[in-house]
């Protein structure tokens, strides 16, 4: 049972956390949360790199002794320097790291002054009126620690889309290994491509499902079985993933793939559009009266109900129903169609690979075009390009265009918006650019006002073409900032600049519904990875998932289009 990375990230963030508690040196816990942040976004396996020798060392921010920790958690599934750490520390303080307004040094004040030690003696704590008696406990920190107790209770956490995607692989491998198995296919906001999932809803067919039942709660990953019957089991494995397996007869497999990939609003209305054709839908397949009508494939369900086959991305009752009735479902944009990328990064910067080794990775998926866009001077902890270094840049990009064929690296910037909406680099240098990307890399707290305005004064500099990141949010890390999208959508489409859509897992901003917004002002989006490494390319079938949960089709993306194509529709400067 190889280790996941999300568990090697778990053990290095609860060690950073556990260390940061008892006062160690805080350049050692920010090498552990950097290596932790590093494997979590890493598109593979480092399970995978161990098996196959690679050297982990050589990834950024690793060093002989991280290395050697990380092979330590893939090989034993244990880490010793957590173990010994879990000695002086209770473990379950890091649960405590997460509530806002408590740092290390108020957790550890806690645990030494009150005992507490999780989040149930922190709660206990709290209803007892104890921290009336520490210092600098104010009423505020105390109800920002009761609001996160009650917001916790009642939102059970989700996990990021391409993390469960990295759990569920090798069960799914396995299920897929049974005896008399037929079809293993996720259901759920899985197969709708939802960026997070609350749990993982697995459908079969077999011959024997007392097999496949056996094998799924026996796996090795299961920690807990919650329920385990016939048709339908139920599990968490080691990472927290709920999963439920539900096995159906071949007859019934199309009815139940559509009743388990909701989402319920859309099941809801198709069957109350069943109910009115006299029919009645459910997971069991399509019926009229007594009599079998349909329900072996999931089209014979939408067949039943007039409807044309309707994509499970587009399945929420945001209007496909009403859009298929009328012929009018978008035909949307798949991993195919597109033929660059817009945003990725080079060693001159935070990026781990040269710009040379970066074009070569695009190539490979045969890409015909990636635009280098390196941070800008103003961040200045990743060493930020000046027009100076820039000029250098353009001049390497030039040289390695002459030895490629077929291909062109784009010159290009990520180019920081500054607070009063200038841009970090002088237009004569941007000028130079085929593609200037403007983002917000801080003053996230800006309000809602000023933020939008600070934005769109960028975009009036005719050399801005794309807006990264629109709203800045990290999914389950941090929120957007206020900021007024639709206006910034409108003002982009006044000024002929685009948004983008980026694909990085965490990101995935903009969402689906500003997608949508997008393409219904006729505003092109641009797909992008924001790759640091060639691996992280792969992200984009991330992107394309949430533009296709947004209704776009391939006429409504900018990087479906060659180089040429595209930059026929930027603004002239
Ligand atoms: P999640 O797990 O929160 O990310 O979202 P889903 O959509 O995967 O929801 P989940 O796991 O609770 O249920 C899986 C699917 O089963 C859901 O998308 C639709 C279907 N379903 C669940 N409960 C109901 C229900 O009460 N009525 C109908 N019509 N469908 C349901
Ligand atoms: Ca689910
Ligand atoms: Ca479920
Ligand atoms: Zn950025």
Request: proline content about 3%.
């Amino acid at each position: 049972m190889p280790v996941h990375n999300v568990e090697i990230a778990q053990a290095l963030n609860k060690l950073a956390d556990l260390l940061e508690i008892e006062g160690a040196n805080a350049f050692r816990v920010r090498a552990y949360r950097n290596a932790a942040h590093l494997v979590e976004s890493l598109p593979r396996s480092v399970a995978d790199m161990v098996a196959a020798n690679e050297d982990l060392s050589e990834l950024p921010g690793i060093g002989e002794a991280l290395a050697r920790k990380l092979k330590e958690i893939v090989e034993t599934g244990h880490l010793a320097a957590l173990e010994q750490e879990e000695k002086h520390v209770p473990a379950a303080l890091s649960d405590l790291m997460k509530i806002p307004g408590l740092g290390p040094r108020r957790v550890h004040e806690l645990f030494e002054k009150l005992k507490i030690t999780d989040l149930a003696s922190l709660e206990h704590a709290v209803r007892a009126g104890k921290f009336q008696t520490l210092d600098g406990f104010g009423e505020k920190t105390e109800a920002r620690i009761r609001e996160y107790l009650d917001r916790k209770t009642q939102t059970p956490p989700r996990m990021l889309l391409v993390t469960a995607e990295q759990v569920v692989e090798s069960l799914l491998k396995n299920l897929r290994g049974v005896k008399g198995v037929k079809r293993v296919v996720p259901a759920g906001s899985f197969r709708r491509r939802r960026e997070t999932v609350g749990d993982v809803d697995i459908l079969a067919t077999c011959a024997d499902s007392a097999e496949i039942m056996r094998r799924f709660v026996g796996y090795e990953d299961v920690t807990e079985v919650i329920s385990h019957g016939k048709t339908r089991s139920s599990v968490i494995l080691r990472s927290g993933l709920h999963v439920d397996l539900r096995v159906v007869p071949e007859e019934s497999y199309g009815a139940a793939l559509h009743y388990f990939t909701g989402s319920k609003a859309h099941n809801i209305a198709i069957r109350a559009r069943g109910v009115k054709a006299g029919l009645k839908i459910n997971e069991y397949g399509v019926f009229r009266g007594e009599a079998r009508v349909g329900g072996a494939k999931e089209d014979e369900v939408y067949a039943a109900v007039q409807l044309p086959y309707i994509e499970p991305e587009l399945r929420e009752d945001r209007g496909e129903i009403e859009a298929a009735e009328k012929g009018r479902l978008p035909k949307l944009v798949t991993l195919e169609n597109i033929r660059g990328d817009l945003q990725s990064h080079s060693t001159a910067t935070d990026g781990r690979a040269d710009i040379a080794e970066m074009a070569r990775a695009a190539g490979r998926l045969g890409y015909e075009y990636l635009a280098i866009t390196d941070h800008s001077k103003h961040m200045t902890m990743v060493h930020g390009l000046n027009a100076t270094r820039l000029a250098r840049q353009i001049r390497e990009i030039d040289r390695l265009n002459k030895q490629l064929s077929g291909f062109r690296i784009l010159k290009s910037i990520e180019v920081d918006i500054l607070e009063n909406g200038e841009l970090d680099l002088a237009d004569d240098i941007l000028k130079e650019l085929d593609v200037v990307v403007g983002a917000v890399h801080f003053l996230f707290t800006l309000s809602r006002e000023k933020q939008t305005e600070r934005i769109m004064r960028a975009m009036d500099n005719p050399c801005f073409h794309i807006l990264a990141h629109p709203s800045g949010r990290l999914i389950g890390e941090r929120d957007a900032y206020e900021v007024d999208l639709e206006r910034l959508l409108h003002a982009a489409k006044e000024r002929g600049c685009f948004l983008e859509l980026n694909a990085h897992p965490q990101r995935l901003d903009m969402n689906d519904v500003y997608c949508r917004m997008a393409r219904e002002l006729g505003v092109k989006v641009a797909i992008s990875t924001d790759s640091h490494s060639p691996l992280s390319l792969d992200f984009m079938r991330l992107g394309v998932g949430q533009a296709r949960r947004g209704w776009l089709e391939k006429d409504d993306v900018l990087n479906t289009r060659s180089w040429e194509a595209a930059r026929k529709l930027f603004r002239k400067s």
